[in-house]
């Protein structure tokens, strides 16, 4: 039989062949009631996400949901743009709503975010349009487009962050 103080360190419970024998009744080990109070303590987070930072991770979405339609083919592909080319609209209206009150750094990178992400919107919606080479250039564009856009988000994040960090 092995200690459970000891099984629980050395992950040696797995091995039936190994007796050792144990004096220990049903103590926990010293660290465990310690890290248990650690954890339930609460913790300040340092990283609350701020509008910004929902929009850097909806237009991360976005752009992941424009590769694997790209990456697709047939009819399915042409929904997914549809579908892509509504949220890249709404994702654009937020970003454009997070414009005010941002310092004048974080305005530029949003306002280039703005004009990518209907770009975006637009190349999406021809798309659908289009087909052939025509198809595939166009899906060429949407995606570059997205991955500008959320270049420019991130860019925007990381203004704003070193903006609060200069007023610390």
């Not at 941002?102 to 990518?116: F, I």
């Not at 190349?123 to 991955?147: L, M, N, P, Y």
């Amino acid at each position: 039989m092995i200690c459970s103080d000891l099984e629980c360190f050395t992950g040696l419970g797995a091995l039936r062949s190994v007796s050792m024998g144990c004096a220990c009744k049903a103590i926990p080990p010293i660290g465990e009631h310690v890290m248990s109070m650690v954890m339930t303590k609460a913790k300040p987070d340092n990283k609350v996400k701020d509008a910004l930072d929902n929009i850097r991770a909806a237009a991360q979405q976005l752009h992941g949901a424009i590769s694997d339609a790209a990456a697709k083919r047939g009819g399915a592909v042409k929904a997914d743009l549809e579908t892509a080319s509504s949220k890249a609209k709404a994702l654009a209206e937020s970003a454009k709503a997070a414009i005010g009150g941002q310092n004048e750094a974080t305005k530029k990178h949003l306002t280039e975010a703005v004009t990518k992400l209907e770009a975006t919107q637009k190349h999406a919606a021809e798309s659908v349009k289009s087909s052939g080479e025509a198809f595939q250039t166009s899906i060429k564009k949407v995606v570059a487009d997205a991955r500008a856009a959320v270049q420019k988000i991130s860019e925007a994040v990381a203004a704003k962050r070193s903006a609060a960090s200069k007023h610390k």
